[in-house]
């Protein structure tokens, strides 16, 4: 652990440590100064101290510096639920997967079974939820509504599970099936308030690239990561990897629901954008595949650096599944661009870790930029380029950090 | 509603980090401060219901027509049962401690 990190690691249990023993009086202590409120650090289960944007759902927040890695570590991975009744035990004796509707045979499968009588297969992929860098759309366009992340609302593992194709097939999918609905055990608090019931079209369901997850980096997934099944949906945002997954659905018909048609949607146009500003008055589509994206893990932010130094600018860079061609990067603000060296292939739909040796010649603050393009030529707009929409979904403009040379 | 702590057993041994849910797991609560005044005790009653208040401070200080959106989203796309003149009470309030007043836009 890092200085800093240790550092908001017990600040982070005084705080809490003051609110419990001496009741809701204190809280207000906790408020900092600045604008901008800081949540807290803090230790959830199974979990590092992550930036804790809510207790309720749970909401946590990966640091920066996590994109020095290719793979994140299960116990530093974001956290993101919709609903505030998440049940705190699962029992593998109980706990089954329906599938259900338009099928020849209902199935209720155990975690067991799933690893017993179907083939395993492994897939490394990129979690990123669809708000991801909400945030930066502020820094030059209207703030879009939703939760404001950074960049830590995303994640690389190696997943490993059954085909969702596998799973349909044992079942035997109906001659009249079009759609798969998905579901898991999240409950909201009012009976009225729409479930977190995400859909695709058959076609996609039985394509064999989606997996029911049962195991992140080699180990059980994480409670908050969806514990004991999550689905995998390799290149899409994470809107439909749905965790505790408990029901399998299969359909006729589309059904309508809030988080498909009303949450998680762009413009239905080809820029998927709009101008800044407007409304959520416009044609939407479910997002679906992600885009090129690369972001910086060292240095972070304000990172005081000492002239000479042999300084290994490092991050990830990924796409939709295409493959990342290259990663450029800037250090005077975007004025002049090189290559970056692209390190280690785990898949296509993993991160691609790169890496940069600059060693600073002058002192002054400089602006570390990168910027990926893919082998279908889609690159990373400039953050005054990227097209804007209201809900601030697939923000995936150019990152760039703020350092000091001393 | 409130869950209990586990300061000790969450904070101070790490190590203790659940390999797996074989037993209950016990989530932290966060007493997130929000300023009091202005009838904070409707939002207390209402918005607590599904959510913390970690999602409203970390929106940063947003305009009426962005609070009055959020709160119409809540009421009719999640079916928070809040009365009319309870809506716009959590409306003035946020906008009041958490934003500004301003004719459109979404900042």
């Known amino acids: 652990?890092?200085?800093?990190?240790?550092?908001?690691?017990?600040?982070?249990?005084?705080?809490?440590?003051?609110?419990?023993?001496?009741?809701?009086?204190?809280?207000?202590?906790?408020?900092?100064?600045?604008?901008?409120?800081?949540?807290?650090?803090?230790?959830?289960?199974?979990?590092?101290?992550?930036?804790?944007?809510?207790?309720?759902?749970?909401?946590?927040?990966?640091?920066?510096?996590?994109?020095?890695?290719?793979?994140?570590?299960?116990?530093?991975?974001?956290?993101?639920?919709?609903?505030?009744?998440?049940?705190t035990y699962i029992d593998l004796n109980e706990f089954r997967l329906q599938v259900q509707g338009a099928?020849?045979?209902?199935?209720?499968?155990?975690?067991?079974?799933?690893?017993?009588?179907?083939?395993?297969?492994?897939?490394?992929?990129?979690?990123?939820?669809?708000?991801?860098?909400?945030?930066?759309?502020?820094?030059?366009?209207?703030?879009?509504?939703?939760?404001?992340?950074?960049?830590?609302?995303?994640?690389?593992?190696?997943?490993?599970?059954?085909?969702?194709?596998?799973?349909?097939?044992?079942?035997?999918?109906?001659?009249?099936?079009?759609?798969?609905?998905?579901?898991g055990l999240e409950k909201p608090a009012v009976d009225e308030t729409p479930k977190f019931f995400r859909e695709m079209e058959i076609d996609e369901a039985l394509s064999g690239e989606i997996i029911v997850a049962y195991s992140m980096n080699g180990e059980d997934l994480p409670y908050l990561n969806g514990f004991p099944l999550r689905l995998v949906i390799p290149g899409h945002f994470s809107d439909s990897w749905v965790k505790m997954l408990s029901e399998i659905t299969v359909m006729d018909q589309y059904r309508k629901s809030f988080f498909m048609d009303v949450a998680y949607t762009v413009p239905d146009n080809d820029c998927e954008c709009v101008i800044s500003g407007s409304d959520f008055e416009y044609k939407?589509?479910?997002?679906?595949?992600?885009?090129?994206?690369?972001?910086?893990?060292?240095?972070?932010?304000?990172?005081?650096?000492?002239?000479?130094?042999?300084?290994?600018?490092?991050?990830?860079?990924?796409?939709?599944?295409?493959?990342?061609?290259?990663v450029m990067i800037s250090v005077d603000g975007g004025k002049s661009w090189s290559p970056t060296a692209l390190e280690k292939d785990y898949g296509k739909f993993a991160y691609r870790p790169w890496t940069f040796v600059w060693e600073p010649k002058a002192k002054g603050e400089y602006t570390i930029m990168v910027r990926a393009i893919n082998r279908i030529g889609n690159?990373?707009?400039?953050?005054?380029?990227?097209?804007?929409?209201?809900?601030?979904?697939?923000?995936?403009?150019?990152?760039?950090?703020?350092?000091?040379?001393? | 509603m409130k869950i209990k702590l586990l300061i000790a057993g969450l904070l101070?041994?790490?190590?203790?980090?659940?390999?797996?849910?074989?037993?209950?797991?016990?989530?932290p609560y966060i007493d997130y401060p929000i300023e009091k005044g202005d009838h904070d005790e409707v939002l207390q009653q209402y918005c607590l219901i599904c959510h913390s208040f970690g999602y409203v401070l970390n929106q940063g200080k947003k305009s009426r027509p962005y609070w009055t959106g959020t709160v119409s989203k809540m009421v009719n796309e999640f079916k928070a049962p809040i009365p009319k003149e309870d809506q716009q009470i959590i409306i003035n309030y946020l906008v009041k401690h958490y934003g500004y007043e301003s004719a459109s836009g979404h900042r």
């Open chain 2, 12 to 27: 101070f041994s790490t190590s203790a980090l659940f390999a797996q849910v074989a037993k209950p797991i016990e989530m």
């Open chain 1, 284 to 326: 939407r589509k479910p997002i679906a595949v992600m885009k090129v994206k690369s972001v910086i893990g060292y240095p972070t932010p304000n990172t005081i650096i000492k002239k000479g130094s042999r300084v290994k600018v490092t991050g990830v860079a990924f796409d939709q599944g295409k493959g990342i061609k290259e």
């Open chain 1, 103 to 183: 099928v020849e045979t209902p199935l209720s499968l155990s975690v067991d079974d799933l690893k017993s009588k179907f083939e395993p297969v492994e897939i490394t992929s990129v979690l990123q939820c669809g708000g991801n860098s909400r945030k930066y759309y502020a820094a030059t366009g209207q703030a879009t509504h939703g939760v404001q992340w950074g960049h830590g609302a995303m994640g690389c593992a190696i997943w490993k599970g059954v085909r969702l194709k596998d799973i349909l097939n044992r079942a035997g999918v109906k001659g009249s099936a079009r759609f798969v609905g998905v579901n």
């Open chain 1, 379 to 406: 690159i990373q707009p400039l953050p005054e380029d990227i097209g804007w929409n209201a809900g601030g979904y697939q923000y995936n403009a150019v990152d760039s950090v703020n350092v000091k040379i001393v």
């Open chain 1, 1 to 87: 652990m890092d200085p800093l990190n240790r550092r908001n690691f017990l600040g982070a249990g005084l705080i809490l440590g003051a609110s419990t023993l001496l009741g809701k009086e204190t809280s207000q202590k906790i408020v900092t100064e600045s604008h901008e409120f800081v949540p807290p650090t803090i230790a959830f289960p199974e979990k590092k101290p992550l930036k804790v944007i809510s207790d309720r759902p749970p909401l946590l927040e990966s640091p920066r510096d996590i994109f020095t890695r290719a793979i994140t570590p299960n116990d530093q991975f974001f956290v993101r639920w919709h609903m505030p009744d998440i049940p």
